[in-house]
């Protein structure tokens, strides 16, 4: 349903965000996206660009017990 992705949070809710076990692929559109990985990766809540087809992996690591949010890639379509 659309209304589960009009906001950051229900993103990362949808997502399973950060519990889930097994790896996870988020389809969706702004401002939605950019506001969850600026959450992510900045822990405020910022407008961020993201491009059209654009795709961002963003890994959660734990390092003597304290999570870590990278981010491993990011590549717009147009770079391909």
């Known amino acids: 349903d659309g209304e589960a ?3 950051e949070g ?3 809710v949808a997502a399973g965000w950060p519990g889930s076990s097994v790896p996870v692929l988020v389809v969706g559109h702004q401002p939605a996206l950019g506001m969850a990985a600026a959450r992510l990766l900045s822990g405020a809540d910022q407008p961020w660009a993201m491009k059209k087809a654009a795709v961002w992996w963003l ?3 734990e390092r ?3 999570a870590h949010i990278a981010l491993h890639a990011a590549q717009s379509v147009d770079s391909l």
């Open 10 to 12: 229900k993103v990362l």
């Open 64 to 66: 003597e017990g304290e």
């Open 59 to 61: 890994r959660l690591r």
């Open 5 to 7: 992705f009009k906001s």
